[in-house]
């Protein structure tokens, strides 16, 4: 099976470990063509579908791999180890190799385990518990339980140490791995082991439902102006932003601003449910293969959910599909874009999902702006460009230029500062 995605940026504020992982999501962008298109800032990429299809190995093939068994049977043999060789590892390693071998920084293998929590970031949901969890000396710690949750019922509290899952210590793990544990199959049951913080240890079964992952957040930003700041576009983000609006509307929002910095990208999809939102129709980006015509992905026709004045946020983290959805909404004049410079990711990765659950991903083709401006290694010049942030500076200094900016455009002025955003935690991971 083969996708299309785009490659995210990691988190403003993530950790080191959380970082690496993102890097990994953003070579690997892809989903079913026939579903949705993904971009990210560190590609964008593509699914012919062909699914799990035997490879042809021509002579001329059979013979330049000789080598590579040859090598392979020499280590079998004459390798010192007092442990026995791992098959899979070795298999992956030659396949990181030959991927690195292209020379391109935007292709990638990406092994099980982290396509799994990749392919949770794109859908934008997963079988798992309900509740969030940060490192506290080594030990993941309860910091978040969700409503109506599978974690609530089964009476898992704040400030819980989880101490093992499935019989696993988790104490130490990356907690990456230690998601992978707790997340599963819809309807299967995992088993934790806690430590509440008077030190009574309890065990408990928790039958995984289905978790959602958001992918922006709104809020009243000053009177009558609105906020939504998308931090990646994944399967959801169109309804996302719907109900968004929806709640801005009832409190008299008649201008918005809509945060895009440090987005990496996402599904394309999900940046074409956005533009469908906010433009109703017309063509969100061009894409150009080598011997092949320009295609045009087009925004579905509609209406789109309010003419709101429109401001979008953007800095060096602005990429792939965040990109797409700033240059449609400044091609079409829908709005201004106040900030930096973005980061410039114009290329397309196909990302084609391999028979073990791994996935490779490769640069199939270039994408333009709905008016054929190259994005790749340019990137976008804001309309209004806002100076870097000095560290004695406690004001937004994006948010106040575009708040400036629609009262502009609605006629009127208020008095009150700006509401602080609220941001997300980054250390908090959902499981």
Known sequence: MSITVSNPLPPRGASTTWRVRWMLVALTLGVAVAVFVAGFAFGHFATPGEGHIAPMITADQARQFHIFWEAWH???QRFYSPTALDPQAMTYGAIHGMVASLGDPFASFVEPPEHRLESDTFKGDFGGIGASLI???AYPTIVEVYMASPAEGAGLQVGDRLLSVEGTQVAGLLMEDIVLLVRGPLGSPVQLEVQRASGEELALSIVRQRVEMPSLNWQLLAEGIGYVGIQLFSARTGEELTRAIQELQTHGVGALVLDLRGNG?????GAIDVLHGLLGHGIAFRELRPGAPEQ????PFGEP???WPLAVLVD?????AAEMVAAAIHDYERGVLIGQRTFGKGSVQAMYQLSDGSSVHVTVSKWFSANGYPIDGAGLEPDL???PAGAAETEDAYLRR?????EQQVGHISAGRIAPIKSRDSRKVMV
Not at 265 to 269: A, P
Not at 296 to 299: S, T
Not at 316 to 320: E, F, I, L, Q, V
């Open 305 to 307: 959910l309010v003419e």
């Open 316 to 320: 060096g983290g602005t990429a792939s």
């Open 74 to 76: 020499k280590i079998q």
């Open 135 to 137: 490192s506290v000396d």
């Open 265 to 269: 990208g996402g599904l394309t999809g």
């Open 296 to 299: 045009r992905h087009a925004i």
């Open 402 to 406: 575009a708040v400036d900016y629609l």
């Open 385 to 387: 460009v806002v100076a």
